[in-house]
């Protein structure tokens, strides 16, 4: 039996801002868990990894979300059972799971320039089969008179408070979307969109030619264990939420795109 992930709008990935004196920004997510033992692990990129007063980046802390007439979760450390814990990727931590226990909360905490998904979290229920991971995803987003900019799954891409529309994208991340995401866009020039692969330019870059619409989709070994958390915002529409395999289009004609978001995610 799977987890299921609580997943309103902009929660998968709520990133808190870091201003110039705090440089380091937090990003939840909660998982409500079936009854069982579990064990958390966490697998730590080796590039981009940074180490302060001991602590290494990014690091997730594990606690539970506050929830009326339900327990906090107790987890078994080294030092006996805590209320929360830490894991960045050389331990393992495991948690009991009652009909009376409260949402799982896993904070990543990363460094600036740094990026969440740099660090994915395991869930394996002792005695079960293992719970599917979080994918990592990076969306490289090419931003009209901005260039490239790279955003972490489930965080909008968009130019800010600047009034700039995004010509392309690419998604890059964990080695199995290679062969299971795949993604189109539409723009003047491909009104119908072109689906391409992981790893591929969608749109164009430096053309000046706005995203007229986008669309992702799971395909593979992947599709049966995960789904797709996607977005797109335009200039005079707003906010699209996706669905699997459709192009998000705008309602009004030549209407430029402006910011979007995606994740990959266990069902």
Not at 15 to 23: E, K, R, V
Not at 103 to 127: A, D, E, H, K
Request: neutral net charge.
């Amino acid at each position: 039996m799977q987890p299921n992930i609580l997943a309103p709008a902009d929660t998968t990935a709520v990133t808190t801002p870091a201003s110039s004196a705090d440089p380091v920004r937090a990003t939840p997510k909660v998982m409500a868990l079936p009854e069982g033992t579990y064990y958390i692990t966490t697998r730590l990129s080796a590039e981009g990894r940074q180490q302060i007063k001991g602590v290494t980046f990014p690091c997730v802390q594990l606690s539970s979300l506050p929830e009326p007439g339900r327990k906090a979760l107790q987890f078994l450390t080294p030092d006996g059972l805590s209320t929360s814990t830490w894991i960045s990727g050389s331990n393992g931590v495991a948690v009991l799971v009652t009909a009376d226990s409260a949402p799982l909360l896993l904070t990543t905490l990363s460094l600036n320039g740094q990026l969440s998904s740099q660090i994915s979290i395991g869930v394996q229920r002792l005695g079960d089969e293992t719970v599917p991971a979080t994918i990592d995803v990076r969306l490289v987003a090419h931003i009209q008179r901005m260039g490239d900019k790279v955003f972490a799954g489930g965080e909008w891409a968009s130019a800010g408070d600047h009034l700039l529309w995004l010509e392309g994208f690419t998604v890059v991340g964990s080695p199995e979307l290679a062969d299971s995401l795949e993604y189109c866009a539409a723009n003047p020039i491909d009104q119908a969109g072109t689906w391409v692969k992981a790893g591929t330019l969608a749109g164009t870059q430096g053309r000046g030619l706005p995203l007229l619409g986008a669309g992702f989709r799971l395909v593979g070994p992947l599709a049966a264990t995960h789904r797709l958390d996607y977005a797109v915002r335009f200039l005079r529409h707003g906010d699209i939420e996706g669905q699997a395999g459709v192009l998000c289009r705008s309602s009004q004609p030549q209407d430029p795109l402006m910011a979007m978001k995606v994740a990959v995610l266990p069902r």
